[in-house]
């Protein structure tokens, strides 16, 4: 694993599936602590797996580069297509755009059906690059 | 003339509801609280907790649980608008981070549903640490109407 997962995405259970062209994919189990409405996942878990599958593409992107960086979120914008069932949810990640500054990327969330998404995100995120590795590459 | 129609908050019990809705699943683990209410608006706090944080180093709250408070608070704003509880599904929500919240502070969310319609409901909040002047995000979202019922 080239990146490490946040407590609260260790805390809710997320893990890293496998890869996929090269990208992280990510799962959350369903488990009572991501329900929402009765048998369905919480759309606040929905975005928290989508905001962490977009942070591993990220640092994955970022170590092909061999860029070192503290991640802040600028923002997220989450789209809910279908409701979530009782069934683990996966997600991958994809930088559409990495400058020096930002990154946008593109997140999709899927259960059973990898061409049924049931979430979307498009996320806006600073890089602040550290200032050792900025040493060490000039 | 103005043709939206008005709802008394009455047919909904905001307290006993949340208190139901807080209790358990996702926002039962996260430990929302319910903190206020107006005839439009909704205020949950969630409070800040090891297992909850972004980054191993910094004892600041992930984004993720704050994106879970403000829709809670989301759904909640829109209930209480309606007067009623009614099925509703999240479309979409937007969140920005202005800034990150202070280490080891409980973020406090707010949001009001400024228009019904239908089949569509619509909220903006903001979430803060302490001081509502100096928030740490804001949030806009839509809501819709599920399992064949109409807003509102």
Redesign the interface.
């Known amino acids: 694993m080239t990146f490490?997962l946040?407590?609260?995405?260790?805390?809710?259970g997320i893990a890293q599936a496998h890869f996929d062209d090269g990208l992280p994919v990510l799962v959350l189990p369903f488990e009572?602590?991501?329900?929402?409405?009765p048998g369905t996942l919480?759309?606040?878990?929905t975005?928290?797996l989508l905001?962490?599958a977009g942070y591993a593409a990220l640092r994955t992107e970022l170590d092909r580069a061999g860029r070192l960086a503290r991640l802040?979120?600028?923002?997220?914008?989450?789209?809910?297509l279908s409701?979530a069932r009782p069934e683990p949810t996966y997600a991958i990640g994809r930088v559409t755009r990495m400058g020096r500054r930002n990154a946008n990327i593109d997140v999709e969330a899927w259960q059973h059906d990898r061409h049924r998404p049931i979430a979307t995100a498009v996320m806006n995120v600073l890089m602040i690059d550290d200032s050792s590795a900025d040493d060490a590459a000039g | 003339m103005d043709e939206r129609p008005t709802f008394a908050a009455d047919g909904f019990d905001v307290a006993r509801a949340a208190a139901l809705m807080l209790a358990?699943?996702?926002?039962?683990?996260?430990g929302l609280r319910y903190h206020a209410h107006g005839p439009d608006w909704a205020e949950l706090e969630l409070p800040w907790r090891?297992?909850?944080?972004?980054?191993?180093a910094r004892q600041v709250?992930?984004?993720?649980?704050i994106?879970?408070?403000m829709?809670?608070a989301s759904g909640m704003s829109v209930w209480i608008k309606m007067g009623a509880f009614k099925?509703i599904?999240?479309?979409?929500?937007?969140?920005?981070?202005v800034r990150?919240a202070r280490p080891g502070h409980a973020v406090i969310g707010r949001v009001e549903c400024y228009r019904v319609t239908r089949s569509a409901a619509f909220v903006r909040g903001m979430a803060h640490d302490g001081d509502p002047g100096d928030p740490v995000a804001h949030v806009a979202g839509c809501f819709m109407a599920?399992m064949g019922m109409r807003l509102p």
């Open positions: 490490e946040t407590p609260y995405a260790r805390a809710m009572q602590i991501v329900v929402g409405r919480h759309g606040g878990a975005s928290g905001e962490t802040k979120p600028i923002n997220v914008t989450v789209q809910f409701a | 358990q699943g996702h926002a039962g683990w996260l090891a297992d909850l944080i972004g980054e191993d709250l992930a984004s993720g649980p994106v879970s408070l829709d809670m099925a599904a999240t479309l979409d929500l937007r969140v920005d981070y990150p599920i």
